[in-house]
């Protein structure tokens, strides 16, 4: 499994799969149940996805040959595709679907695109260490990074600026997910733990903690942030 995303609903989400494809699963309180799979073509190789927003029912691809595409959920074939120069590891897409935020292998900056074109507007840097996850505010005007030391930056998105630095404590984390409408947000790690965190000054504050066996490849929490799924290297939900 890689990156997980809730669509437009509490209940319905998306998987992100090595083998080149995105399940569509509903949780309900009982059960979850698998809707769809959508297969995208060729390259069996997802190095980060997510699926979009209520403006734009896209799917953003970070291939392994440092080719970024958007792809159209609804009629599988690409929207756009560009040369990244660089291996993408994580992508994110704002909520309006004009912005695209990738991150690359080993490096401590990342890029937005223009998502109508795929051409890239602005780098920002703001870490030590390379950037293992990327997630939007739900409003779009802010944007966070995490990084592999844990290290979180708060963005202004219009202004491209830093409105926060915060040291999270984690692990070698690998996976970033927000709670809509709130200052909470949660970390996967490397170690297995899932952490939520919360916003400070200078540092974040642990709220609690899950412990796990495996690496946190992929979190999401859903609109309604009463639910949360989380995905495992071990292939577990």
Not at 68 to 86: N, P
Request: with cysteine.
């Amino acid at each position: 499994a890689q990156e997980i995303e809730f669509a437009n609903s509490n209940n319905v989400w998306w998987l992100g799969s090595e083998t080149g494809s995105v399940s569509v699963f509903q949780s309900n309180e009982d059960s979850t149940s698998q809707l769809e799979t959508i297969r995208f073509g060729m390259s069996p190789s997802f190095r980060g996805i997510m699926a979009t927003s209520p403006s734009a029912h896209w799917v953003g691809i970070a291939r392994e040959y440092a080719v970024v595409e958007l792809i159209s959920s609804k009629r599988v074939a690409a929207y756009q595709r560009a040369a990244t120069q660089e291996l993408g590891t994580w992508i994110s897409l704002s909520p309006d679907g004009n912005l695209l935020a990738v991150a690359y292998e080993g490096a401590p900056y990342f890029d937005l695109w223009d998502a109508h074109t795929l051409s890239k507007i602005s780098r920002l840097g703001g870490h030590n260490k390379a950037i293992s996850a990327l997630a939007f505010t739900d409003g779009g005007e802010r944007l966070i990074s995490l990084d592999i030391d844990g290290d979180v930056v708060l963005w202004d998105v219009a202004r491209r600026s830093v409105k926060a630095s915060l040291a999270t404590h984690v692990s070698t984390p690998i996976s970033l997910a927000l709670i809509p409408n709130d200052d909470r947000f949660l970390i996967g790690g490397v170690n297995g733990e899932i952490r939520i965190c919360k916003f400070g000054t200078t540092e974040s504050e642990t709220l609690s903690t899950i412990h796990g066996a495996v690496p946190i490849s992929g979190l999401a929490v859903a609109p309604s942030a009463d639910l949360a799924v989380s995905a495992g290297w071990d292939r577990r939900l």
